[in-house]
């Protein structure tokens, strides 16, 4: 995962990644300021995902703004 994507780009991508992902909070967006395992782990823990499942979802994220 290429973490520098999320964490240079981290304030323009907030709001795509809470409408995304609504039940990340504003606290969450706070502490996570980019960093994309920061953010992995709060949407297992948010959404009950298993860690994979959460790291391939920040990845494709990811991925759809390079397309």
């Known amino acids: ?15 795509k990644i809470q ?5 990340l909070t504003d606290d969450d967006f706070t502490v996570a300021e980019g960093n994309a395992e920061y953010l992995t ?3 297992q823990e948010r959404y009950g995902w298993d860690r994979d499942r959460a ?13």
């Open 1 to 15: 995962m290429n973490k520098d994507t999320i964490a240079g780009n981290w304030k323009q991508l907030k709001g």
């Open 19 to 23: 409408a995304k992902w609504g039940d």
């Open 41 to 43: 782990g709060k949407l």
């Open 55 to 67: 790291a391939s979802e920040v990845r494709d994220f990811e991925r759809s703004l390079r397309d």
